[in-house]
């Protein structure tokens, strides 16, 4: 999540690449080829390659939140709650984490159970626009309507693409996919270049065949 993204920067120009034909040796090159084979749609091989880098180095695991959003695409649902309550002991204060986090749980059990389990977050140590609004969005308290105004006021690409993605995410768990549609859409239309979130908004119209 982008509160540590600033380590994993460099890989994120691998996106642009195919998967090197050279097997992996250290946790780093398991990680990025992953990343490499998340964007390519290719979503268990990733989870296969993020395993292997925790497996190397079990002190990256608490970190691979790449592995938690894989998991998510594959239906695993617990394995990805998982993940994410364990990346909050390295990263406390993300919020996309809890929205991760929360999408697992509804997916795996419901919206009620997901707002009981929400990870609490401290919204400003996340200065990133939208993310306060997002989060109390899914907290319950907050709306689109906030979120959208949030995202108007920043006028930036990475805020529509962050206000959109967990729009549409929101609204997917919520059982509303014409709005959950919408809003990954204009996520996947933001202007951005190498960064792994909106990536994440075009495999999932990739995933739910809504690229067609």
Not at 80 to 90: D, L, M, N, S, W
Not at 144 to 152: D, K
Not at 184 to 194: C, F, G, I, T
Request: charged letters at 25%.
């Amino acid at each position: 999540m982008p509160l540590l993204k600033s380590a994993l920067l460099l890989t994120l120009s691998l996106l642009s690449l195919t998967v090197s034909a050279q097997t992996p040796q250290t946790a780093s090159e398991f990680v990025s080829r992953g990343m490499q084979l998340f964007a390519e749609n290719k979503i268990k091989q990733s989870i296969q390659d993020f395993d292997q880098a925790a497996k190397l180095n079990p002190q990256i695991e608490p970190r691979l939140w790449q592995r938690g959003i894989s998991h998510y695409y594959a239906g695993e649902f617990q394995k990805g709650r998982e993940q994410f309550e364990i990346h909050k002991a390295v990263n406390p204060h993300d919020v996309e984490n809890a929205t991760w986090h929360f999408i697992c749980v509804a997916r795996h059990e419901n919206l009620e159970a997901a707002q009981k389990a929400l990870i609490e977050i401290d919204t400003s140590k996340d200065l990133r626009v939208p993310m306060a609004e997002v989060y109390e969005l899914y907290a319950g308290r907050g709306s689109e309507a906030a979120v959208l105004a949030a995202t108007a006021a920043a006028g930036t690409e990475q805020a529509k693409m962050y206000a959109h993605l967990y729009l549409g995410l929101y609204y997917e768990v919520a059982d509303k996919p014409e709005l959950a549609r919408k809003h990954m859409q204009l996520s996947a239309d933001a202007k951005l270049q190498n960064s792994y979130m909106h990536r994440v908004a075009v495999i999932h119209l990739k995933q739910r065949k809504w690229d067609e």
